[in-house]
C-alpha cells in the first residue's frame, strides 16, 4: 500500500486535477493539501491573477518532489504499476509509446488553446473579469482544427491511444470539462460526433467523478 503521498494544490486547477485523477485511477491513498485559496472578494489566488487555470501542483512521495502534473502521473504509474489500473500507462513498449505521443500532442497542441479557453470561458465570468472575445474566436479555431484530428482518430479508436481508457485520454479530462460546461464551448465538443462519444465515456469515469466532487465540495478560487 502506498504511503506517504502528497499533493499540494487546489482541485480547482486543471493540473491539480489532472494529477487527483490518476491517483484514484491508481486507487492510491493520499493527502491533499489546499494552498492558495482565498475569499474571492479579498486576495485573488495566484493562478487567477496570472489567468493560468492549470494552477499549480506540487507531489511529494518521501524525499521526491514533482511539480509537472505529467510527469506525477508517469511517476504513480510506473511507481506503483499493480495498484488500480494497471493499464493506465501501457502494458507493453509500444502501448506506452503511443501513449507518450499522444502526452505530447496534448501537451503542445491540444493544451495551449483549451487552457486558455478554460480561463475566457469558465474562469473569467465567475470572477466578473471581462471577457476577451477576441482570444476566445482564435483559440476556438485552434482547438476545432485540433479536434478535427481526433475525431478522425476515435473514429477507429475507442480512446485516444487504442481500445483502452489511458493517461492519454486522461489529460485531457480537466479542460474538456471545463470548456463542456460552459455554453459556448460544449459545441466544440458536441459537434463531433466521435469526440463527443468519446468525452461522453471518460467523463464518466469512477475516478472523474471523485474528482469533479472535490471540486464541487472544495472549489478553491471559486469559494
Known amino acids: ?28 491513498e493520499f493527502d491533499l493539501v489546499r494552498i492558495d485559496t482565498f475569499k474571492k472578494q479579498h486576495k485573488l489566488p495566484e493562478f487567477i491573477k496570472l489567468r493560468d487555470p492549470s494552477g499549480q501542483v506540487t507531489f511529494k512521495h518521501g524525499d521526491k518532489t514533482l511539480v509537472d502534473p505529467r510527469a506525477i502521473c508517469r ?17 507493453g513498449s509500444l502501448e506506452r509509446a503511443s501513449i507518450e505521443q499522444w502526452l505530447q500532442a496534448e501537451a503542445q497542441n491540444f493544451n495551449p488553446p483549451s487552457s486558455a479557453l478554460v480561463f475566457q470561458l469558465a474562469f473569467a465570468p465567475y470572477l466578473n473579469i471581462p471577457q476577451d472575445y477576441a ?6 479555431r485552434k482547438l ?6 481526433y475525431d478522425e482518430i476515435l473514429s477507429k479508436n ?8 489511458t493517461l492519454a485520454d486522461l489529460s485531457h479530462l480537466p479542460d474538456s470539462q471545463y470548456i463542456v460546461d460552459s455554453d459556448r464551448g460544449r459545441k466544440l465538443f458536441t459537434s463531433r460526433k466521435n469526440v463527443a462519444r468519446w468525452f461522453d465515456t471518460i467523463s464518466r469515469r469512477k475516478a472523474w467523478g471523485q474528482v469533479v466532487k472535490m471540486q464541487l465540495e472544495h472549489p478553491g478560487a471559486f469559494e
Open 144 to 149: 476545432q482544427q485540433v479536434l478535427n484530428v
Open 75 to 91: 511517476y504513480l504509474c510506473t511507481q506503483f504499476p499493480n495498484q488500480g489500473n494497471k493499464s493506465l500507462y501501457g502494458t
Open 1 to 28: 500500500m502506498a504511503t506517504g503521498l502528497q499533493v499540494f494544490g487546489q482541485p480547482a486547477s486543471t493540473d491539480v486535477a489532472r494529477v487527483l485523477t490518476c491517483l484514484f485511477e491508481k486507487n492510491l
Open 135 to 140: 482570444a476566445i474566436a482564435e483559440n476556438e
Open 158 to 165: 475507442e480512446y485516444l491511444a487504442g481500445d483502452e481508457f
